[in-house]
């Protein structure tokens, strides 16, 4: 069981791979640093960790879909995404420094394949709404809009395959 996953915690980016699980018992790289540990998921978010013979307690709390948590441990709270292939494609292309506003155009990130649609012409959009599903390198990544818009074009559909940089949707960003 291999497992890879970027997470951004404030501004620093980690790879973190979950190289095996046995009960409690997790075996995990974090930037080529392998670490056991025990964890334990609690109630309410909370998460037992005993590491190095020291033992932890976290609070978890998860928002937008699991892909944002707030973690509170020693008495200090932390900002952790979880990053999808767009969003890392994106912090890499910003250099990690502008905002995410939501241009008239979405573009692959990368070359892909477009595994579903879920917008035609006249839709309107709120933020955080999905557009499409694309797949590169055997992982699936949703497509969300970052601000309200309305869908006036659609220049792909489910099966197609993309290259970088390919306009795929054109919007009419609202923006009020």
Do not use: F, W
Not at 48 to 77: C, D, P, R
């Amino acid at each position: 069981m291999i497992t890879e996953v970027e997470i951004q915690v404030g501004n620093k980016i980690c790879e973190v791979t979950l190289l095996g699980k046995e009960g409690n018992n997790v075996k995990i790289d974090i930037d080529g640093t392998v670490y056991d540990v025990d964890v334990a998921m609690l109630q309410n978010g909370i998460c037992s960790i005993l590491y190095n013979g020291n033992s932890y307690n976290a609070e978890m709390i998860k928002n937008n879909a699991g892909k944002h948590y707030q973690v509170n441990l020693n008495y200090s709270t932390y900002q952790i995404d979880m990053l999808d292939s767009q969003a890392k494609y994106m912090k890499m292309r910003r250099g990690g420094a502008q905002s995410d506003a939501q241009t008239d155009v979405i573009t692959a990130p990368m070359p892909c394949k477009i595994v579903k649609v879920y917008v035609k012409p006249g839709d309107v959009l709120k933020a955080d709404d999905t557009v499409l599903t694309m797949e590169a390198m055997k992982m699936q990544s949703n497509y969300k809009v970052s601000a309200d818009c309305k869908v006036k074009e659609v220049l792909v559909e489910s099966g197609d395959n993309v290259r970088v940089e390919q306009v795929l949707i054109r919007l009419e960003v609202n923006n009020d």
